[in-house]
């Protein structure tokens, strides 16, 4: 666990009495361990995380769009081009941007880059991931709204 969500964990606790009780029920009472517990808020630490991010002097709000609109171009081009990965260019505070949000990617980028796979195999299909797991939700929006006209 980094710094950051140490950080994020202790506001969210010290902001809501209801998490800090059932914090210390669970975790204090040894039922579960810290990370199960967090783990299953995690939503609650990447909104956190977002407002600190969004507070920080430098960061675009629309990085995440800027990303994603690159995961659709790649997307586009009906995967590998003679076998190269779509072009993608990614920059410095993009990167930190997505291992901060996702901080899974970035021991998956530590394991894999470069002993298993090119840095930019490796992004592109993050970005590929990205793309399609927001179709797929964006699907299953129109579906339950197709639904509910009908």
């Not at 009780?21 to 579960?32: D, R």
């Not at 920080?56 to 997307?75: D, H």
């Amino acid at each position: 666990m980094d710094t950051m969500e140490r950080e994020t964990r202790r506001r969210l606790l010290m902001a809501n009495p209801e998490l800090r009780e059932q914090h210390t029920q669970m975790v204090g009472e040894g039922l579960i361990d810290e990370e199960d517990f967090w783990n299953a808020r995690r939503r609650l630490l990447v909104e956190e995380q977002g407002k600190t991010r969004g507070k920080q002097v430098g960061l675009p709000s629309n990085i995440l769009a800027e990303i994603e609109a690159q995961a659709m171009e790649g997307g586009k081009e009906g995967g590998k081009e003679g076998g190269k990965p779509p072009s993608i260019c990614l920059k410095a505070r993009d990167v930190q941007f997505l291992f901060a949000l996702y901080p899974a990617l970035k021991t998956l980028y530590q394991k894999k880059v470069p002993e298993e796979m090119e840095e930019r195999t490796f992004w592109s299909q993050v970005l590929r991931s990205i793309q399609f797991h927001k179709q797929r939700f964006e699907a299953h929006i129109e579906d339950e709204e197709g639904g509910k006209a009908g």
